[in-house]
């Protein structure tokens, strides 16, 4: 950061070892009538986490997340707001697949996990490096995967189409509210269903929850709407700070676009359709996967209500 700038918005980062453990902060500064506001984000960098074992999918979707991630083409979006863990989920793929055989290289800003197996670019913009220039470059490079940390604007989507539809492993981000609404905002921003539906293999949404303390959490009954019974909530202790949570819990929806939601898709089928025959055909939306975990006792029915609505 410039020190000496306030009439600005800026971007940095740092890292800093506390406690034997490292940890990435990554600043943003926005100008305002009276100072600046300040937010700063911490990422532990907790190589474990980059394990698809280990964040907590159901069975079903880590299998369609597993057998995804091995096919030689095609395209996997990842979708949520900022901070609700895509690029986590999107290392745990590259952790699992990289090896010496497969070249795997992707764009990044900034570089999250620096992972060995795998070429990671830096973007810099003011040496005439971005994100679509990166990716033209990278095509001629031979890759056979290529993660792409987020989709920005048509034209990048357009390479990244044609990248994955050209024999090539597309791992991707980008930012809307659920799986189902991905497909009408990558047609609104001007992919042809047809292309979409030759290379679309599938789309995961997530969030991070706040988690229970397990220390302090206890059973309560709640009524929510149609649903009832035993679920957990905490008051807090010591162990969680007296703020009832500790650590951060998965919950995700995954869309796996066979061959029958690719022909809806290439016949300019709408959201509901589509919707519809996933959920005839076993799709569970974010709100059903949260109400699981709530069940389970990882999360609060109110922390539900907060996040979803």
């Known amino acids: 950061l410039n020190v000496a700038e306030f009439r600005k918005a800026q971007d940095g980062n740092f890292e800093f070892k506390i406690d034997k453990e490292h940890y990435d902060f990554r600043i943003s500064t926005l100008p305002l009538m009276y100072g600046e506001s ?100 990278i095509l001629r490079q031979d890759p056979d995967v290529i993660m792409i940390g987020e989709i920005r604007d048509e034209q990048s989507l357009d390479i990244a189409i044609k990248s994955a539809l050209t024999g090539h492993l597309i791992l991707s981000t980008l930012h809307t509210n659920n799986a189902i609404s991905t497909l009408t905002r990558l047609i609104d921003m001007n992919v042809k269903p047809y292309l979409l539906a030759s290379s679309l293999n599938l789309i995961i949404a997530q969030r991070l929850l706040r988690k229970l303390c397990p220390y302090c959490k206890k059973q309560s009954y709640k009524k929510y709407k149609e649903f009832d019974g035993v679920f957990y909530e905490s008051k807090g202790c010591e162990f969680c700070n007296y703020s009832g949570f500790f650590g951060r819990q998965i919950i995700v929806e995954v869309l796996d676009i066979n061959d029958d939601i690719k022909e809806l898709i290439r016949t300019h089928k709408g959201e509901k359709q589509i919707l519809e025959y996933a959920k005839n055909h076993g799709f569970k939306n974010m709100f059903e996967n949260a109400l699981e975990k709530a069940k389970e006792g990882f999360i609060s029915l109110d922390e539900i209500v907060r996040v979803l609505g």
Not at 40 to 51: A, C, E, Q, T
């Open 38 to 137: 300040v937010v700063i984000r911490i990422l532990k960098h907790d190589l474990n986490l980059l394990n698809l074992n280990k964040l907590d999918f159901n069975e079903k979707d880590l299998s369609l997340l597993g057998k995804n991630i091995h096919f030689p083409h095609g395209m996997i979006l990842l979708t949520g707001p900022t901070g609700s863990g895509k690029s986590t989920t999107l290392y745990a793929c590259l952790n699992e697949i990289k090896s010496i055989q497969k070249k795997i290289i992707t764009v990044e800003d900034p570089i999250e996990y620096k992972m060995s197996l795998v070429q990671q670019i830096l973007l810099n913009p003011k040496a005439g490096l971005d994100f679509n220039n990166a990716l033209r470059s």
